[in-house]
Every structure is written in structure tokens, then in C-alpha cells.
């Protein structure tokens, strides 16, 4: 879905790709055996190869050769079974070596592609140009001291993936779709915790504009984003800005920017560099990566089911609306918990009851779904007594918020409360004539045509029945008397 900008004599397109920077999930670092913790006192997480000491010989970790493997593999992207590791060469405090040992001519990981489902229900395909390893810096410090900046090395060398996408989207809606399809995908794979807060993902993002049919037209990079809404607002905010350069005449220099999300800007950082810049060569004390074409196969077949695979069973296993089935698989924890829900029950009710009522008690404490008040099986048991009529929906709800707010099971709550359901018919037929003899009018009223006032009789019996009859016996109740005569 085009996402154009009003011009002055013809709207823009926004042309956007991105390069997502995922911290690989293992015990140690990516050429040390230092851990990869995140946290931790400044400095403790680090050892001589990381604090680039003279003499000091990387040792590839093959754990994190293999969460690159998997993380191709789950986004359907050609395996390299060679690649190499480069020297980037350039100058930052908290990079010790004054290199940063990566992957360029001959990456881990080629092209892949990315499905993302948008708001109108369309879909895009996003292409994956690659995914190369690479060594993460280290952390400057610059609050710590009124003159001074602290480095810190935890970070110094743990392992990134830099997943590099194709300039195929076109709207800020569409690149924070790929940002968080991307990120189930890593949570599902168990290759990357996708905490954008903690700075274990980012997005460097890179935004060109263009008139319709044009070639692509200069580019600049907004660095380091660490949210999806930020992403989106910084292409937004910087899109914008080039337009206004273009329509008075100027020229949109390279270069890489930050984004300022507390004025909605973006600010130019320094002249982008390209690849010559870095020096580029050949890492001389590591091997080329060679990996073993079975290895990968059974990399492959211990795959977990992946958001896509999951979605699709969802919708012909349970029934479900592909909608909520996306819903419920954008993370893992919320499909496994739905799963618990619906087993031998019934699933359209446990997705609704999930995506519905669960999602706003979560969203009203602040929880997660992993310390959820409510747990998958007291509220599959919950819905076993919607099923076999032991309560009606309306006392489900009021249940179900007892039990967030103290985490009994609901079926103590119902017994405590004397909550069960009324089935016996004589008396919902006594409540009938209750309420037709105290609303006599409004009985005169539905007989002279007003069909709308049977909903008024229905919930006048069931507010008589303290909210306890049976909906469909007090339904039938009343049809049978009203067509009835006086």
C-alpha cells in the first residue's frame, strides 16, 4: 500500500528499507568466551579479546554460527555453506580494537523473503537482501560525570545479526509491520528476545523519496531506533523533511541522521560513509566459515513451527478468523496459552474469551501474558462452565474478574456465590409473569407492533433472576408466552 506525501505538483513516494541489528541469544560472546549476559556492573562481562589486547586470537562461537543459520532458514533465505569474516576498520571510543570483526563480500545468510499482513487485511512481501554476523561495541556512558564519558565493554563483542532488507516498502505502516513480523519470527526461533528497550534490536532505517516512475533518488540513515512507533515516526518526520528540500530547489545530501522523537525530527549526524570508507579486508587470524550441508538440514528439522505455519493451522484447526489467528501468534507465549485454552473445548469462545476479555484484564494491571493473573487452565475451566450451561455468560464475566482480582478458580467462585445457572423452566416461567404483570404498558405496547421491546422483557427477567437464568430457556419463556393471548 503506497504511502504517498502531497507535493507541489505531484505526490512523493516514500521509498524505505531497513537494517535490522538483532543481539544473537547465547551464553557467550560471539569470538570470546566471555558472557553475553545482558546487565551486569560496567566492565565485568569482558576478556582480553574483547578489550582488544595484543596477541589475542578470536575463537568463532558455533552457537551463534547457528542461531544465523536458523534465523535464515526461518526466513525462508539461502544458506551459505562459505562465508568469511572482514575487518571494518573505523574509530569509536567503545570500540577497542579500533575494528569491528564482520561479515561483507561473503555473508552467512543471501536473499530471504518476509511476508507482513497490513490493517486493510492485504499482504506484502518484503524481500531479505541478507544476514551477516558481526560483533556488537561496546557502551559510552556520558551521564555518569559532568566533563567525563565512561565506557563500558559488556557489550564489546557479543554477537549481532544484521539483517539487511530489500528498499521494498512504502509506507511507515508497512516497515513497522516487517519490524514486528520480524521480530516473532526471532522470537519464535529463540535466536533473539527482540527487546527494543534493552537495545538487544535495533533499526538503522533508510528513507529515499521519489515522483512516481522515477529511479530511486538519494537516501539518508536514521540510526539506532529502538521502537517501532519510533521507526515509523522517524521515516514520517524525515520523508517529509526531504520533500521540502526537494520542492525548494535543493539537493538531499547521504548521510546518517538521529531521530529526536521528543520534537518529531530528524538531525544530521555525519556524512555517510561507504564501504571503501571502512576499509574493508579480509579478517587475517579467522578462517573462512565452512558449514556442513547436513548440519544444516538438521538446524532445519528442529525448527520450531513458525507465526505463518501456526496461523494457517490455527484457522483450519479451530476454526478460527484468520484475523484473530494472527492475533493470537503475533507471540509465542499468547499461542501456547490459546492452545491450552481451547483443548477440548470450544475454540471460537477461547479465542474471543483470549483476545477479548484477557487482553484488557492484562492491559488494565500492566502484565504480560507470561505472569497473566488468570492461568490458561483456570480459564479453560471457566469456559467448560460457560459450555455445559453450570453458568451463563454474564456471570462468566463477573467470574472471570474475580478471579484476576484473587485468583481463585472459578468454579469455588460459583460455588461460593451461589452462581449457577437457573434451568429449571417453572421458575423462569414465574419470572415471565412477573415482569409482563409489573410492565403492563410496555406489554400493550410490543403487542401493538413494538417487536423491539422483547430485548426490554428479556433483560427485566434476567435482572429479576439476578442474572442467573438460562438465556436461551428465558428466550424461549417469553416467545411462548407472548404469543400467547392476555
Same mark, same amino acid.
Given at each position: 500500500?503506497?504511502? #504517498?506525501?502531497?507535493?507541489?505538483?505531484?505526490?512523493? $513516494?516514500?521509498?524505505?528499507?531497513?537494517?535490522?541489528?538483532?543481539?544473537?541469544?547465547?551464553?557467550?560472546?560471539?569470538?570470546?568466551?566471555a558472557?553475553? %549476559?545482558? &546487565?551486569?556492573?560496567?566492565?565485568?562481562?569482558?576478556? *582480553?579479546?574483547?578489550?582488544?589486547?595484543?596477541?589475542?586470537?578470536?575463537?568463532? /562461537?558455533?552457537?551463534?554460527?547457528?542461531?544465523?543459520?536458523?534465523?535464515?532458514?526461518?526466513?525462508?533465505a539461502?544458506?551459505?555453506?562459505?562465508?568469511?569474516?572482514?575487518?571494518? /576498520?573505523?574509530?569509536?571510543?567503545?570500540?577497542?580494537?579500533?575494528?569491528?570483526?564482520?561479515?561483507?563480500?561473503?555473508?552467512? +545468510? &543471501?536473499?530471504?523473503?518476509?511476508?507482513?499482513?497490513?490493517?486493510?487485511?492485504?499482504?506484502?512481501?518484503?524481500?531479505?537482501?541478507?544476514?551477516?554476523?558481526?560483533?556488537?561495541?561496546?557502551?559510552s556512558?556520558?551521564?555518569q560525570?559532568?566533563?567525563?564519558?565512561?565506557?563500558?565493554?559488556? @557489550?564489546?563483542?557479543?554477537?549481532?545479526?544484521?539483517?539487511?532488507?530489500?528498499?521494498?516498502?512504502?509506507?511507515?505502516?508497512?516497515?513497522?509491520?516487517?519490524?514486528?513480523?520480524?521480530?516473532?519470527?526471532?522470537?519464535?526461533?529463540?535466536?533473539?528476545?527482540? /527487546?527494543?528497550?534493552?537495545?538487544?534490536?535495533?533499526?538503522?532505517?533508510?528513507?529515499?523519496? @521519489?515522483?512516481?516512475?522515477?529511479?530511486?533518488? %538519494?537516501?539518508?540513515?536514521?540510526?539506532?531506533?529502538?521502537?517501532? @512507533?519510533? +521507526?515509523?515516526?522517524?521515516i514520517e518526520?524525515?520523508?517529509?523533511?526531504?520533500?521540502?528540500?526537494?520542492?525548494?530547489?535543493?539537493?538531499?545530501?547521504?548521510?546518517?541522521?538521529?531521530?529526536?522523537?521528543?520534537?518529531? $525530527?530528524?538531525?544530521?549526524?555525519?556524512?555517510?560513509?561507504d564501504?571503501?570508507?571502512?576499509?574493508?579486508?579480509?579478517?587475517?587470524?579467522?578462517?573462512?566459515?565452512?558449514?556442513?550441508?547436513?548440519?544444516?538440514?538438521?538446524?532445519?528439522?528442529?525448527?520450531?513451527? *513458525?507465526?505463518?505455519?501456526?496461523?494457517?493451522?490455527?484457522?483450519?484447526?479451530?476454526?478460527?478468523?484468520?484475523?484473530?489467528?494472527?492475533?493470537?501468534?503475533?507471540?509465542?507465549?499468547?499461542?501456547?496459552?490459546?492452545?491450552?485454552?481451547?483443548?477440548?473445548?470450544?475454540?471460537?469462545?477461547?479465542?474471543?474469551?483470549?483476545?477479548?476479555?484477557?487482553?484488557?484484564?492484562?492491559?488494565r494491571?500492566? @502484565?504480560?501474558?507470561?505472569?497473566?493473573?488468570?492461568?490458561?487452565?483456570?480459564?479453560?475451566?471457566? *469456559?467448560? #462452565?460457560?459450555?455445559?450451561?453450570?453458568?451463563?455468560?454474564?456471570?462468566?464475566?463477573?467470574?472471570?474478574?474475580?478471579?484476576?482480582?484473587?485468583?481463585?478458580?472459578?468454579?469455588?467462585?460459583?460455588?461460593?456465590r451461589?452462581?449457577?445457572? +437457573?434451568?429449571?423452566?417453572?421458575?423462569?416461567?414465574a419470572?415471565?409473569?412477573?415482569?409482563?404483570?409489573?410492565?403492563?404498558?410496555?406489554?400493550?405496547?410490543?403487542?401493538?407492533?413494538?417487536?423491539?421491546?422483547?430485548?426490554?422483557?428479556?433483560?427485566?427477567?434476567?435482572?429479576?433472576?439476578g442474572?442467573?437464568?438460562?438465556?436461551? *430457556?428465558?428466550?424461549?419463556?417469553?416467545?411462548?408466552?407472548?404469543?400467547?393471548?392476555?
Open positions: 500500500m503506497s504511502y #504517498l506525501l502531497e507535493g507541489r505538483d505531484a505526490p512523493w $513516494e516514500v521509498v524505505i528499507g531497513l537494517e535490522v541489528h538483532a543481539q544473537v541469544i547465547s551464553q557467550s560472546k560471539l569470538f570470546s568466551g558472557s553475553a %549476559t545482558y &546487565g551486569g556492573e560496567p566492565n565485568t562481562h569482558v576478556s *582480553l579479546v574483547d578489550a582488544g589486547f595484543p596477541g589475542m586470537l578470536p575463537v568463532i /562461537n558455533r552457537e551463534c554460527v547457528a542461531q544465523a543459520v536458523r534465523t535464515g532458514l526461518g526466513l525462508n539461502r544458506i551459505n555453506l562459505e562465508s568469511r569474516f572482514d575487518r571494518k /576498520n573505523y574509530f569509536y571510543a567503545d570500540l577497542p580494537t579500533g575494528y569491528q570483526i564482520s561479515q561483507f563480500a561473503q555473508p552467512i +545468510v &543471501g536473499s530471504g523473503v518476509i511476508e507482513i499482513e497490513l490493517a486493510d487485511g492485504s499482504t506484502r512481501e518484503i524481500g531479505i537482501t541478507r544476514l551477516h554476523l558481526e560483533q556488537d561495541a561496546g557502551k556512558l556520558h551521564d560525570h559532568q566533563t567525563q564519558s565512561f565506557i563500558d565493554l559488556n @557489550r564489546a563483542g557479543v554477537g549481532l545479526m544484521e539483517i539487511v532488507s530489500e528498499p521494498d516498502m512504502r509506507s511507515p505502516e508497512e516497515a513497522g509491520a516487517y519490524v514486528r513480523k520480524l521480530r516473532t519470527i526471532l522470537r519464535y526461533l529463540g535466536t533473539c528476545d527482540g /527487546n527494543m528497550e534493552e537495545g538487544s534490536m535495533r533499526a538503522d532505517v533508510n528513507v529515499s523519496v @521519489r515522483h512516481s516512475g522515477e529511479p530511486f533518488r %538519494t537516501r539518508c540513515e536514521i540510526k539506532n531506533v529502538n521502537s517501532v @512507533r519510533y +521507526v515509523m515516526q522517524a518526520a524525515e520523508a517529509r523533511r526531504q520533500v521540502q528540500v526537494w520542492e525548494a530547489g535543493g539537493t538531499v545530501d547521504q548521510e546518517t541522521r538521529l531521530f529526536d522523537p521528543a520534537r518529531g $525530527e530528524t538531525r544530521s549526524l555525519r556524512s555517510k560513509e564501504a571503501h570508507d571502512y576499509r574493508y579486508f579480509p579478517d587475517p587470524d579467522l578462517l573462512p566459515l565452512v558449514i556442513d550441508e547436513g548440519w544444516v538440514a538438521d538446524l532445519k528439522a528442529g525448527l520450531p513451527e *513458525l507465526p505463518d505455519a501456526k496461523r494457517s493451522r490455527f484457522v483450519s484447526e479451530y476454526g478460527i478468523p484468520r484475523y484473530d489467528a494472527g492475533v493470537l501468534v503475533a507471540e509465542q507465549a499468547t499461542a501456547d496459552f490459546y492452545e491450552t485454552v481451547a483443548a477440548g473445548g470450544d475454540p471460537r469462545l477461547a479465542a474471543n474469551w483470549v483476545t477479548g476479555d484477557l487482553f484488557a484484564a492484562l492491559n494491571t500492566g @502484565r504480560t501474558i507470561a505472569d497473566s493473573p488468570v492461568s490458561a487452565q483456570a480459564m479453560r475451566e471457566l *469456559l467448560g #462452565l460457560m459450555v455445559d450451561q453450570t453458568i451463563n455468560g454474564r456471570i462468566a464475566k463477573d467470574v472471570f474478574e474475580e478471579m484476576v482480582e484473587t485468583g481463585e478458580p472459578p468454579a469455588a467462585i460459583v460455588e461460593r451461589g452462581l449457577r445457572q +437457573v434451568t429449571d423452566t417453572g421458575a423462569i416461567d419470572a415471565v409473569e412477573a415482569v409482563l404483570a409489573a410492565n403492563a404498558d410496555k406489554l400493550a405496547e410490543y403487542r401493538s407492533g413494538k417487536d423491539k421491546l422483547f430485548g426490554f422483557f428479556v433483560g427485566q427477567v434476567m435482572k429479576g433472576m442474572g442467573k437464568g438460562n438465556p436461551a *430457556l428465558v428466550n424461549e419463556a417469553l416467545r411462548q408466552r407472548l404469543a400467547r393471548s392476555p
